[in-house]
């Protein structure tokens, strides 16, 4: 054979590197790179570069000039301010052991016993997730208030405070616990149950040694959440705090009471710590965990037990009278129409154009800017995913986007907003122009809610055949192609789960909001708490149930459609 | 035709590279094809490349060929119509990290051919059909596919159809769009493309089926989709990994043998990989047999099994004993069956003490413990048909005498 000649024996690195190269230039490889470098490029601009900004700024004065640790060490001589990081541990600690106790003993009514109703009471624990969190605390008002229905039972001096803020962050985050220990204990092997009971041990003795074990890491992972959700709070702690001070507060007052912005980062980085901490250690347990579910596995299937079972008949509507207690008075103060004076009713507090606070158009918008979250959100993160998974090149520029999707996870959305000030709101920053229209807002939601949504699609991608793109290379059809007519397909049901969520996510914070909008762009959300801040309790309860309404409406409907849609187009599942 | 100086080799192919790539990326080459095409004909076994417009044309062509006149090419006449052979490998290695995965693979299948990489898991078989397809990078090596140079391509620049293990049919496609998936992408008419298709589901047996999803499908019946298409598209190369190894055993002796008889009527080179050897026995043209990463043998079957060229082989196909004959000391590679079992002795038989009597159904296998273990070390396997078996009442712990009655078939070169 003439093409045996010494040539190709040794060949020089520069051309062999050089020859690889050339010959992956074609029309995929080029796409390929070119979707790897704008996702990154979105990342390092929409989180990366704006927290870097803020960390600049913590190192300035309100000057612009550099002044080393001094901000940090004016911070933490101050006594008024670091009182804040104890509250804020101490609120998180409390909060967080209320919250994982009562979900996990729901969880086990939901997932151990042959309780009765399930269906309805899952509904009905899910409800906090639709609301925002100061529905809770302005409800609480009105329960335990100074005008409060039943003020002398509340056990604490005053609403305002710990106690307020206890009730009201637990409130909302008992759903987010609630679904990542149910997942946990869903998953358990029921053989293990069965070599328990075989070798003789009774139910207590299997609950701690087999239960318990078998979800910790759930209940790790949930701590985690739980623990960040209530620390990075700012709207619970703003309606009801008090004299109660928290980081998340702190920098609220900083930033728009004080126009400090430079302490304002300072105090971001501090609330970073303990959110940057419970993110590692989520992630420790994410590699921990093995689902212990195989081909072979069972799922558990309770036992018949009156007693158990009416036991958690009992707790379950306790929990869920409290739950439709607090949504039922929000929706009922808001349509009192004088509060403690005229308890008649009328829609006189959802006349929003008669209060300052933003109007309907505050509401309008709200919804503008969630449908765009979702759309420009969902597209990202399928697109992003895709290429985390599925792309086989540059393996370090898909891992950095993998890391930097996750990273929001550990971020406050006060931190988040308060960076974007500071790198968006630059003269000399080309993207300027977002600042202050609805698209800056889309994008800081977007991005605060990215890690979720990038987790469940990349899962998705895990689960599907992952010989489809060889088979569509040896069959000679670019990737993109096939992307759209069996990858997209297949992982829809994926992608109508992160599309409602962030839907359902925007349309309900305040922090990743609060720093961001401006005349022309008022949310509902903020207005809410603006109208509190002025006095309007009522309207604001009004406002918040707005919301509520909203998101559930969106949700219901979203149900039906993914219903009938996947029935459709999902009919190939067998 | 130019004859060039060896060293202005890599130049040439740097250029023909160049060429593609600027097409690719321009889509102005007249002059530069001309002129390339001019230098490129130094060798004599070099035909013109083509652009890679005229090769998508080509291969249209050849698909609508195949479509409007149903002509099949039998492998004598695919094989007179290029000198070239349909793979070839030279000096193909392979790293992971530290794993040294192929090791100076040297390989040539030439056209209408079926053959096996055979070897036990983790040998680099799937490594290796991987590397020709161009899923993994080869380390160093060249690897040519009709002649061509693909060692730096990526897959898809490849000519080749691919059948994985798993069938990676498309869940959300009909058998019909599933079949017709690389057809439908370039574009053709819809009647061609069912045309083709009803072709195809004809040709591997699943006639009706052309409206059902896969997990509608049996295992079978799933085989066969993904085989029609990866040939849908007409490839020079049909690349089998473990086909049959996820169906039962029934279903896998039927399948083997429409697999042979449809690479047989289409005249496609095939590799298939496998670890079991009752297979590639079966259907192939070739064995490769790999250990570790290095092919130990290639050859016929019979050449396989009859004539082993290490002792991996050996004991890895089939059953062997090894054992110093009496009649000139020489050490030996007897198969089972080549020896028969008595109840008395003669001057030719050895004697033993039967340990153990396996019913295999049309044989039995007999474990004789031999008196003079000077001839085997271990207890000596007979495959016996067992009609003889029945026939001399054998049983456990009996005495019986082995004959080797096929000495001209033991050979004795790796012993």
Redesign the interface.
Known sequence: MSYTTSPQSAPTKASSWLNHFLNTLDKESVIKRLWLLIALCVLLTTLVFPLYSLLIHSVQDSDGQFVGAANFVNYLSNPALTYSITNTLYLGLIATVITISLAFVTAWCFTRTNMFGKTLFKGIAYIPLLTPSLLSAISLIYWFGNQGVLKEFWPFETIYGLPGIVFGISFWAFPHALIIISTALRQQDARLYEASEVLGAGPIRTFFTVTLPGCKYGLISATAVVFTLVVTDFGVAKVIGGQYNVLATDIYKQVIGQQNFSMGAVVSLVLLIPALLTFLVDQWVQKKQQSSFDSKSLAYQPKASKVRDSFALVFCSLISVIILAVISMAGYSSLVTFWPYDLSLSFNNYQFEMMDGGGWEAYINSLIMAAGTMVIGTSFIFLSAYACQKIELWPSVRKAIHILSVIPAAVPGLVLGLSYIFFFNQPNNPLNIIYGTFLILMISSVVHFLTVGHLTMVTAFKQLPNEIEPVSESLKVPFYVTLGRVTLPMTFPAILEVGIYLFVNAMTTVSAVVFLYSVDTMLASVAVLNMDDAGDTAPAAAMAMLIFFSALGVKLVYSLVTYGLTKKTQAWRG | MLSLP??S??LL??LR??R??ST??FKANHLLTHSVNQLANH???QSVSQSPVLKTQGLMNKVTASVLTKKKMSPGQQENRTRKPSV?L??VNKYYDDCHALKDINLTINHGEFISFLGPSGCGKTTLLRTI???EDSSDG?I?LSGK?VT??????RN???V?Q?Y?L????TVEENIG??LK??GQSKKTIKERVNELIELVGLAKLNDR????LSGGQQQRVALA??L??N?KLL?LDEPLSALDAKVRHTLRSELKQLQQKTGITTIMVTHDQEEALAISDRIAVLKFGEIEQIGTPDEIYSTPATEFVAEFVGTINKMTLPHDGQSYIVRPEWMELFNSPNENRIPGIIQDVEYHGASTRVTLDLDHSEISSKPVVLDIPTPHVKKMQFSMSQVAWLEVTHLDMCSSSIC
Do not use: W
Not at chain 2, 152 to 157: D, I
Not at chain 2, 170 to 173: A, E, S, V
């Open positions: 060896k060293h080799l890599p192919s740097l590279r160049v593609v790539a690719t990326l060798s004599a076994n070839e030279q000096g397809a161009g899923l060249i040519y140079n730096n391509k990526p897959a898809r620049q080749f159809g691919i994985f798993s990676a498309f869940p959300n496609l998936y690389a992408s370039k999803f896969p997990s509608q298409r990866a849908a598209p490839p690349l």
